[in-house]
C-alpha cells in the first residue's frame, strides 16, 4: 500500500477532520469531511490534482450551506428564556413526584418546579396528571389540569 496514495492522504484529511468534528459538535466540519471523502473517491478513480481541488471545493461549496441551514435549525427549535419569563407558558406537562420531599412537581428544561393548581377547589396534584403551565411565582409553577 502507498502511504502517498492522493486517494489515502484525502481520506486520512477527512478522518482528522471527522475526529476533530466530534470534539466541536457542529455540522460544518462535518460536511468539510464528507467533502473529503468524496475527493478521495475522485483520487481513487485516477482524477487529476487539479480536478480533485475542483470535487473539494464543489463539495464544500454543496455540503457546508446544507450544514449552516441544519445549524440553525437546530438552534432556532429551542426556546430562548429563563423559567418564570413566560417563554413556557401553556405547554403541557406531566406531574412527577421529587424524591426527597415528595411534592408534585413538574420538570422543566432539567429543572424541578414544584406544582400548585391555580385553583384550590380542585383536589391534589398527583404524580401522571396531565397539566399545563399558567405561569410562575417564584419558585412555584402555577399550573391547571389539561385534559
Known amino acids: 500500500m502507498d502511504l502517498l496514495n492522493p486517494a489515502l492522504l484525502w481520506l486520512l484529511l477527512a478522518l482528522a477532520i471527522l475526529v476533530i468534528e466530534l470534539l466541536t459538535g457542529s455540522y460544518v466540519l462535518l460536511a468539510i469531511s464528507l467533502a473529503a471523502g468524496l475527493t478521495a ?12 481541488l475542483i470535487v473539494m471545493a464543489l ?7 446544507l450544514a449552516i441551514r441544519r445549524l440553525r435549525k437546530r438552534q432556532s ?6 423559567a418564570g419569563t ?11 413526584q421529587r424524591d ?14 414544584r406544582a ?10 398527583t404524580p401522571g396528571d396531565p397539566v399545563m403551565l399558567v405561569r410562575f411565582d417564584g419558585t412555584q409553577a402555577i399550573v391547571k389540569r389539561s385534559h
Open 100 to 113: 426527597y420531599d415528595g411534592a408534585a412537581c413538574i420538570k422543566l428544561d432539567g429543572d424541578f418546579y
Open 41 to 52: 473517491a475522485a483520487a481513487w478513480l485516477g482524477l487529476s490534482l487539479a480536478s480533485q
Open 77 to 82: 427549535k429551542s426556546t430562548f428564556g429563563v
Open 86 to 96: 413566560g417563554s413556557n407558558t401553556g405547554q403541557r406537562f406531566v406531574v412527577t
Open 59 to 65: 463539495g464544500c461549496g454543496i455540503l457546508v450551506p
Open 116 to 125: 400548585v393548581l391555580e385553583t384550590s377547589e380542585e383536589p391534589e396534584l
